[in-house]
């Protein structure tokens, strides 16, 4: 069974919207670490938010929130106020243990002006 | 702050030939690891190093082998490259091993193997 389920080859979205990028993860393990990382074309790996399996809350980076809903294993980002330079891929991982860091297979955005 | 280097950025390699990654972090982390990322495939955990003077298999090492030189360097090696090692390959490291440690990422390395 997959990890990480990023089922959203492309999305496109207006500038200056919001836009939601979902994820689903699978693990038994109570203890886990979820990660979004983007990937502009130019190739870099950047982080962008975290949330903890024991959050309370969801996390939140400036304009990146993280829609954590632990009972149905999902763990969106929600990218608010949309610009150009949000255009990229972007990518769910999940880290269970000290050894086991699984990515999924990314989301392209496009901010359409 | 550097953060994580990778060298070299770009490679071409015949079938059989050998070469090394090389991969610093200047972020005094003790973990470090090495993807390869694939179309359609997202990233796949080649090795990693918990810590200085250890090293353990990801998902996929056939064909690879790492060296964690001191706690700054972890390099990457491919004895004889194989047109299915074509690949970009990104290290990265973190401040441990914990579920909540962020793993930051160098600028990758792209191989092509003919």
């Known amino acids: ?113 | 702050n550097a953060g994580v280097t990778q060298t070299p950025k770009f490679q071409v390699l015949k079938t059989g030939q050998s070469m090394t990654l090389q991969c610093a972090q200047d972020m005094n982390h003790n973990s470090m690891y090495w993807y390869r990322q694939d179309p359609g495939m997202g990233l796949r955990l080649i090795y990693y190093s918990a810590s200085e003077g250890t090293t353990d298999k990801g998902e996929v090492p056939n064909g690879y082998n790492v060296s964690r030189l001191n706690k700054r360097e972890f390099s990457l090696r491919l004895e004889s490259a194989a047109p299915s090692q074509t690949s970009v390959y990104f290290c990265a490291s973190s401040e441990g091993t914990s579920v909540w440690e962020t793993q930051y990422f160098g600028p990758g390395t792209r191989l092509l193997v003919l």
């Open chain 1, 1 to 113: 069974a997959q990890k990480i389920t990023q089922t959203q080859p492309g999305m496109f979205v207006q500038e200056k919207e919001a836009v939601t990028l979902d994820c689903t993860y699978d693990t038994s393990d109570p203890s886990y670490g979820l990660f979004w990382y983007k990937q502009p074309s130019s190739g870099e790996m950047i982080f962008l938010i975290y949330q903890g399996s024991y959050d309370q809350q969801n996390a939140t980076e400036g304009r990146y929130s993280l829609n954590f809903q632990k009972a149905r294993k999902s763990a969106n980002l929600v990218i608010s106020a949309s610009q150009l330079g949000d255009s990229a891929m972007y990518f769910c991982a999940m880290r269970e243990g000290y050894d086991q860091f699984y990515f999924g297979t990314g989301t392209s955005l496009t901010v359409i002006p």
